[in-house]
Each structure stands twice: as structure tokens, then as C-alpha cells.
């Protein structure tokens, strides 16, 4: 019964399928068990759901085939069980200037969907908006933590977004499950350190914490063993001094959401807050570069304008 409600909200409540609608499914080697089965939960609310398998992308924001690209424009509704993210890509920036609505949902499995599509997204439209606004309206964010994160940085005339799961309109975008708003910071303004202590997307969740250094609004040094080597190693292979850029910063709002290991969720939970480094060209940076990496810091301290907004993982704004 939970899976089946969970499917309901994602076709009924946050996609808004209808009967004479296309619903195109995108999958990969790795995923194209769980997209068979999201394709028999859509077919009773869509007009037709195709399948769409490519191969598994090497990282998360490389471009999936001219084919998928295509197809993705010619559809009204997109969803993206994917094991590695098509969000920050061209296709999916082109394919929603076409009118589509696409729910990306890299690394999703059937537990993750069980549990956090079951959640309250009313409760996170009202919270992620909340955010939203306050990140829009800010201009400086300082950001710490108990394991060392210290780190500030402008967001003076940034849009944020707030990734609340509704994909109702022509163009709509967002995760699936939901649960973030977000911002990219203004390019070249970031200075310090940030701990990364939940999970590294492309490595996993982390044994030991990862030490990045900031300067420049640029990753220069990771220190913290196998993982900051992956992460370095990651970026290092696009050959782009771009994807050192630091990209997003987030704050998690789905109660349902826990770390596991994967992104998708893992920026979601509420209590934690993420970077990114790579393109935030899909977010209103001026940074486009076919990677996107994001990280979880647990547990931070977060002041807006040198107002508080969270204390050692407690939002302090009102829910």
C-alpha cells in the first residue's frame, strides 16, 4: 500500500499526469529493472509511457545520447531513474524550454521512493519556499560546524529555487523525491573551509570527513583519505578548471529523507545542508561544464545576513 501511494504521489500529486499525455522514462544499465516498473505505475494515469534505455553515464551532468536528448523535447512529462544525474545537462535545460516537466531521480531505488514519496509535500512546499525566498533575498552566507567548516560567500542578487517535487507546468523542473531549496553562489566569492562529514555523490557516504579548501570561490586542496582523492580525481577528468568551481549550496527540507549513501536523498534531509562543485549553469550561474558534484555536511550552523537560519542542524525559522 506505501508503494502504491508513493506512486500515486509522484504521478497524480507532484507530475500532474493526464490521459492524453506521453510520459517518456529514461533509463540506464543499471536502473532499467526500477524504470520498468515506474513505467507499468504511470501507464494508468498517461496516454502512453515508453522506456528509454541508454548507457550508464560516467558521472553525473555528462549529456546522455543525441537520441535521449531528442526524445526528452518531445515529450510532455520526462521522469529519470537514472544512476548518475541528467539535471545540470543541456538536454534537460533544452527539453524543458520545449514545454516538457521532467523529475530527475539519479540512484533511486524502491525504498528511497517508498519511504520519501510518502512524505507530507505540502509541508515541504511551505518550508522549501520559506527558504527559498530567504536565500533569494540574502547577500552573504556564512556557514560552520563543530568538525570545522567555516566558509562565507555572496549570493547578492541570486535567484534560489525551491525543489518542492510539484512539476505541474510546461517546463518544470525538479528531484524526486523533493525536499531542497538552493542557491549558486556568485562566482569567484567563496572563502574557507567546508567539512564534508554525510556523503560525497559518486563516492558515497563517508567513513572519515572530507577537508576541502575554498579560495577564489574554487576547491584547491582535499584532504581526508580515499574519498578526497575520488573527489579530486573526479573533477581533475573533465580537464576543466570549471569544475573546481563552487556551485550550489542547499539546505535539505524532506523529514522522510536520511543519509544513505545517495545524493538524491541525501541533500534532501532536513538538518544538513550540501555544496556542489562543478556547473551551476541550470541554476543561474555563470558556470556550464559537463560535471556536478554535490556533498552533505551534517549538523551545521548556517547565518543569512548574520541572521541565524539553522544551529547545529536545527532549523531556526518557523515550520
Same mark, same amino acid.
Request: net charge negative; charged share 25%.
Given at each position: 500500500m506505501e508503494l502504491q501511494r508513493a506512486y500515486q504521489t509522484l504521478a497524480r500529486d507532484c507530475l500532474a499526469i493526464k490521459k492524453d499525455e506521453t510520459v517518456l522514462i529514461i533509463v540506464d544499465d543499471e536502473s532499467k529493472e526500477l524504470g520498468e516498473t515506474l513505467e507499468k505505475a504511470v501507464r494508468q494515469y498517461a496516454g !502512453?509511457?515508453?522506456?528509454?534505455?541508454?548507457?550508464? =553515464?560516467?558521472?553525473?551532468?555528462?549529456?546522455?545520447?543525441? %537520441?535521449? @536528448?531528442?526524445?526528452?523535447? %518531445?515529450?510532455?512529462?520526462?521522469?529519470?531513474?537514472?544512476? =548518475?544525474?541528467?539535471?545540470?545537462?543541456?538536454?534537460?535545460?533544452?527539453?524543458?524550454?520545449?514545454? @516538457? =516537466?521532467?523529475?530527475?531521480?539519479?540512484?533511486?531505488?524502491?525504498?528511497?521512493? +517508498? =519511504?520519501? %514519496?510518502?512524505?507530507?509535500?505540502? @509541508?515541504?512546499?511551505?518550508? +522549501?519556499?520559506?527558504?527559498?525566498?530567504?536565500?533569494?533575498?540574502?547577500? +552573504?552566507?556564512? &556557514?560552520?560546524?563543530?568538525?570545522?567548516?567555516?566558509?562565507?560567500?555572496?549570493?547578492?542578487?541570486?535567484?534560489?529555487?525551491?525543489?518542492?517535487?510539484?512539476?505541474?507546468?510546461?517546463?518544470?523542473?525538479?528531484?524526486?523525491?523533493?525536499?531542497?531549496?538552493?542557491?549558486?553562489?556568485? !562566482?569567484?566569492?567563496? !572563502?574557507? &573551509?567546508? &567539512?564534508?562529514?554525510?556523503?560525497?555523490? *559518486?563516492? *558515497?557516504? %563517508? /567513513?572519515?570527513?572530507?577537508?576541502?579548501?575554498?579560495?577564489?570561490?574554487?576547491? &584547491?586542496?582535499? !584532504?581526508?583519505?580515499?574519498? @578526497?582523492?575520488?573527489?579530486? /580525481?573526479?573533477?581533475a577528468k573533465v580537464g576543466n578548471e570549471q569544475a573546481y568551481n563552487l556551485a550550489e549550496f542547499g539546505i535539505g527540507t524532506n523529514d522522510k529523507a536520511m543519509i544513505t549513501g545517495k545524493i538524491l536523498e541525501d541533500e534532501k534531509v532536513i538538518g544538513t545542508i550540501h555544496f556542489a562543485f562543478g556547473d551551476n549553469a541550470s541554476m543561474g550561474g555563470m558556470v556550464k561544464v559537463p560535471i556536478h558534484v554535490d556533498g552533505v555536511v551534517t549538523k551545521p550552523t548556517v547565518k543569512i545576513d548574520g541572521n541565524l537560519i539553522m544551529i547545529e542542524g536545527q532549523l531556526v525559522i518557523e515550520q
Amino acid at each position: 500500500m506505501e508503494l502504491q501511494r508513493a506512486y500515486q504521489t509522484l504521478a497524480r500529486d507532484c507530475l500532474a499526469i493526464k490521459k492524453d499525455e506521453t510520459v517518456l522514462i529514461i533509463v540506464d544499465d543499471e536502473s532499467k529493472e526500477l524504470g520498468e516498473t515506474l513505467e507499468k505505475a504511470v501507464r494508468q494515469y498517461a496516454g !502512453e509511457a515508453i522506456l528509454l534505455k541508454m548507457k550508464t =553515464r560516467s558521472r553525473h551532468g555528462e549529456e546522455p545520447p543525441l %537520441l535521449v @536528448a531528442e526524445a526528452m523535447g %518531445l515529450a510532455e512529462v520526462v521522469i529519470a531513474p537514472t544512476t =548518475r544525474s541528467i539535471t545540470h545537462t543541456e538536454a534537460r535545460r533544452k527539453a524543458c524550454q520545449r514545454g @516538457a =516537466r521532467i523529475a530527475s531521480m539519479p540512484g533511486i531505488d524502491l525504498n528511497m521512493l +517508498t =519511504r520519501t %514519496l510518502n512524505a507530507d509535500y505540502n @509541508a515541504i512546499q511551505e518550508l +522549501t519556499h520559506r527558504l527559498s525566498n530567504i536565500l533569494t533575498q540574502g547577500k +552573504t552566507v556564512e &556557514v560552520s560546524s563543530a568538525l570545522g567548516t567555516k566558509i562565507t560567500f555572496a549570493i547578492t542578487g541570486r535567484q534560489a529555487i525551491a525543489d518542492t517535487g510539484m512539476i505541474k507546468n510546461p517546463g518544470d523542473f525538479g528531484n524526486l523525491p523533493a525536499g531542497e531549496a538552493y542557491i549558486a553562489p556568485l !562566482e569567484g566569492t567563496a !572563502e574557507g &573551509v567546508i &567539512v564534508f562529514d554525510g556523503m560525497i555523490a *559518486g563516492v *558515497g557516504r %563517508l /567513513e572519515d570527513p572530507i577537508k576541502a579548501r575554498i579560495e577564489g570561490g574554487k576547491l &584547491v586542496n582535499a !584532504e581526508g583519505g580515499a574519498a @578526497a582523492r575520488a573527489l579530486t /580525481e573526479m573533477l581533475a577528468k573533465v580537464g576543466n578548471e570549471q569544475a573546481y568551481n563552487l556551485a550550489e549550496f542547499g539546505i535539505g527540507t524532506n523529514d522522510k529523507a536520511m543519509i544513505t549513501g545517495k545524493i538524491l536523498e541525501d541533500e534532501k534531509v532536513i538538518g544538513t545542508i550540501h555544496f556542489a562543485f562543478g556547473d551551476n549553469a541550470s541554476m543561474g550561474g555563470m558556470v556550464k561544464v559537463p560535471i556536478h558534484v554535490d556533498g552533505v555536511v551534517t549538523k551545521p550552523t548556517v547565518k543569512i545576513d548574520g541572521n541565524l537560519i539553522m544551529i547545529e542542524g536545527q532549523l531556526v525559522i518557523e515550520q
